[in-house]
């Protein structure tokens, strides 16, 4: 990848996942239900895949793609269990 681009995922991309990810911790502690925390929190997960993923591009680390995969696999997991239990919940 041209020294550009990784400059551009440095110094753009990564703030706004950070941002994101500040933005998603207050939607978190300030949620008035429930499902608006567990959203915040897909989201947060949903932000670090992407910091992870862009941090293996950055750093030439390929062994944080797993560390992306892994994160997605635990967040589609935990949907998959807030679904249940609000079936449950009926």
Same mark, same amino acid.
């Given at each position: 990848?041209?020294?550009?681009?990784?400059?551009?995922?440095?110094?753009?991309?990564m703030?706004?996942?950070?941002?994101a990810?500040?933005?998603?911790?207050?939607?978190?502690?300030?949620?008035?239900?429930? =499902?608006?925390?567990? /959203?915040? *929190?897909e $989201?947060?997960?949903?932000?670090? @895949? &992407?910091?992870? %993923?862009?941090?293996?591009?950055?750093?030439?680390?390929? =062994?944080?793609?797993? /560390?992306? *995969?892994? $994160?997605?696999?635990?967040?589609? @997991? &935990?949907?998959? %269990?807030?679904?249940?239990?609000?079936?449950?919940?009926?």
């Open positions: 990848m041209s020294e550009e681009a990784l400059n551009i995922v440095r110094w753009v991309v703030p706004i996942l950070g941002v990810v500040l933005l998603n911790g207050w939607r978190i502690l300030r949620g008035p239900t429930l =499902a608006d925390r567990v /959203v915040g *929190l $989201l947060i997960t949903t932000s670090g @895949i &992407a910091i992870a %993923a862009c941090s293996a591009v950055v750093a030439d680390q390929p =062994a944080l793609l797993d /560390v992306s *995969l892994v $994160l997605a696999l635990v967040a589609f @997991i &935990a949907t998959l %269990a807030y679904a249940r239990f609000l079936e449950k919940k009926k």
